[in-house]
């Protein structure tokens, strides 16, 4: 079985409820368990979350591109955007993140960690770097991101089907 | 504080009961909060104050969530280790038959304290 979802998201949040109504349907109707329907719907609205944080939408007409493929045994998420800069403090967060998730040997750890410092930080901290932990933890998967000539961002998500 | 009162944040909705001998924070809908210190944290603090002053318990009842960011798990740690390090006692209760939350809440063990002043329960 192969299929796949594409969806074109504007970068305002009001449109996470749709990300998550269209995720969760695509995903059911992929005869996935009401589990791993959870698992990867959460896997897409951080992802999309972060985009539209950390995106760089000067036109109007920018999108998100979410494109969510099942492909038993695997399943994977790409959201695509602008990013603010190549090279830019954004990119080199995600870099940083991304890298130090891939330290820890059990996901578990790292999102552990994460959750202690995050309970150490002043109380207006506004950023909770959260996101990421928990994809790799509670939805198993392997992160990757590229950005290409056009600066556009890439950032994948692959797990094996649970 | 009243007996009870009900907040919304577009799907969330958190309803406050401070009838019983704990004030019970019921958490229903979905969660998809922007930033970690809108609505929630400062609610979480206000509940937690007035527990302290009324020398109760909060109980923290996210079985009926069906869906939560992780910017809303940020208060839940925060308003956890405030409590932990200082004064109040809270119950965090999940449903562990829910596989999400099961692996979302059961790592916030690590701010329980022996004293069983904070607590985190995987019920059902």
């Known amino acids: ?162 | 504080m009243g007996t009870m009162q009900t907040y919304e944040n577009n799907q969330l909705h958190v309803e406050v009961d401070a009838a019983g001998p704990a004030v019970t924070m019921r958490f229903l809908g979905k969660s998809m909060l922007r930033e970690p210190g809108e609505f929630l944290l400062p609610l979480l603090l206000k509940t937690l104050s007035e527990a302290i002053e009324g020398n109760k318990r909060i109980v923290l009842d996210f079985r009926d969530l069906a869906y939560m960011n992780s910017s809303t798990l940020t208060p839940v740690i925060k308003i956890l280790e405030r409590a932990r390090v200082g004064k109040g006692e809270i119950t965090l209760v999940y449903r562990k038959a829910l596989k999400w939350q099961d692996i979302s809440f059961s790592a916030l063990v690590i701010f329980q304290t022996p004293d069983g002043r904070i607590l985190i329960q995987g019920e059902g």
């Open chain 1, 1 to 162: 079985m192969e299929s796949q979802l594409d969806l074109r998201v504007k970068a305002d949040w009001s449109e996470m409820a749709r990300v998550n109504e269209e995720a969760g349907e695509y995903l059911a109707s992929c005869g996935l368990s009401a589990e791993a329907v959870q698992m990867y719907t959460m896997v897409v609205c951080e992802l999309v979350e972060n985009a539209i944080k950390y995106g760089n939408f000067v036109d109007e007409e920018d999108r998100i591109e979410v494109h969510v493929s099942v492909a038993s045994p695997t399943i994977s998420v790409q959201v695509t955007h602008h990013c603010r800069e190549t090279g830019g403090a954004a990119l080199r967060d995600l870099d940083r993140t991304v890298q130090w998730l891939r330290s820890y040997q059990a996901p578990f750890e790292a999102y552990v960690a994460r959750m202690k410092a995050i309970s150490r930080e002043p109380l207006d901290a506004g950023k909770s770097g959260l996101g990421l932990a928990r994809i790799t933890y509670e939805g198993r998967a392997l992160l990757d991101f590229y950005v290409d000539e056009n600066s556009m961002l890439s950032v994948s998500a692959v797990s094996s089907l649970a």
